[in-house]
């Protein structure tokens, strides 16, 4: 047999018979989603009215679902732009370098080298020169003999998993911070609808007055009154304008389009309010838990933490490393020249003895992890459902409230214009107007805010369930990795 085949089959030999021999074993807990996840008094049901008129899976399609083009557009633009979901992404990028390291730390390593040297040599005889030449192909692999290798890599690919799950996570507040930010806008726009015609009402009544004033109808106090008013009412104008001014900044910086094509786009559905149709939520506390990715990341973190128990305690037990090599030699000097192939092959061990109790620490601080982890799922958890509960009362209670408001609304709409005409005709004075003014401006603007504060309300309920994110929906990790490194925002994105 080949000498090159003697070397490769006892090599083969070598590294096999010590895990047939000794029986690999893996340290470490095992990890159990279920009952490491377990959250104590979770309740069973929500407690408050679950939303109707939908169907959960349709959160997938929510944004569609408000009919509202520009809203989608919005969205898509500044996922597009997003800083936040451009990081995650890259975050990902890393923690799959470091996945595809630990894996490579489990499977043999081979090197090469090359050298020259030359110096004396001197064997029972006068001194002479001697000149080495020697090139070598080194390997060396270490056998996974306690799982500190394979826990490694346990807890490198659960954080790569978190990491995605952390890019979803950005991608669903994304959108609903685009989301209010143009339904505060919408509602911003009706705000000013009705600051402009409040102005002019007190503007027309300003000047009405100032006739009667002249003739005598009216005593130079009531004018002065109704100027005054007028002036109150332009400037509520002026200070409703500015704020929609600042939510379009906002939404510029948001999206990252140019100003005059964000108003173009802004311009055809003017005070119309986007009115999205409501999903239900009737699932229990825990399958909707399952929908939300921050919670999915706390999840996997927490399954790494576990893992890093096992790469602790493997850490103190010995380590069983197989190393050889193979090349060619040439020795020579002035009277002998040699030329030959050494190989070499064999076991290391290396056994800890003493290290002052860093790797007991090392497993100490492990478990501690481990124990910051779940009740950091736990509090997530906690969270989650108050928020899901939260966004439903709301929405229970602004359902209610919407009722109440178009009612008011309309009850002194029609008084302030019976007190307008008895004005015109000497039969209320101005005092009992602008009373009535104010009681129509007030109900006027909470049946806007109610309207605003429903739809934000929506949204709140989206993010809460999670965007209907799931885990098998989780864009391909290698695919999104290199997405990530060739550049750092993040296209075509689904909203």
Known sequence: MPFKAIFLTRLAACLVMPCVLVGCITLGPNFDAQQATRVPNQPQGWQPPVAHGGDLASLQDWWRQFNDPTLVALIAAAQEQSNTMAQAALRIAQTRALLVGTNAAMLPAVSGSAGVTRGTLQIGGPVALATINQAQVQSSWELDLFGGLARGGEAARARLEAQVANWHDARIAV????????????????????????????????????????????????????RASAAEGQGRLVAQRADCDLSVKGMVALT???????????????????????????????????????????????????????????????????????????????ALTISATTWSIGPSLTMPIFDSGRRAANLDAAKVAYQA???????????????VEDALIRLNS???????????????????????????????????LEEVRRLSVNADNILASVR??????????????????TATDSLALTGLAQTALKDTTIGNTKP
């Open 175 to 226: 959108a609903a911070d685009t989301a209010n930010l143009y339904v505060n806008y919408r509602a911003c726009e009706q705000f000013t609808a009705l600051a402009f015609s409040d102005a002019t009402s007190r503007a027309r009544t300003a000047k009405l007055t100032a006739q009667l004033a002249d003739s005598g109808f009216q005593s130079p106090a009531n004018a002065a009154l109704a």
């Open 256 to 334: 990252g389009l140019v100003e005059a094509e964000l108003r173009l786009r802004l311009a055809p559905s003017s005070t119309i309010l986007p009115k999205p149709v409501m999903p239900a939520v009737q699932q229990v506390p825990a399958q909707v838990l399952s929908q939300r990715p921050d919670l999915a990341a706390a999840e996997r973190e927490l399954a790494a933490a576990s893992a890093d128990i096992g790469v602790r305690e493997a850490d103190r037990f010995p380590r069983l490393s197989l190393l050889g090599s193979i090349g060619p030699l040439d020795f020579s000097t002035n």
């Open 373 to 387: 982890a779940e009740v950091n799922y736990r509090s997530q958890a906690r969270r989650a459902v108050r928020e």
């Open 398 to 432: 602004l359902a209610s409230r919407d009722t109440e408001a178009e009612i008011s609304s309309k009850g002194y709409r029609q008084s302030l214009t019976a007190s307008e005409e008895k004005f015109k005709f000497g039969l209320a004075s101005i005092l009992d």
């Open 452 to 469: 605003r504060d429903r739809v934000n309300a929506m949204i709140a309920l989206y993010r809460a369930v999670g965007g209907g994110w």
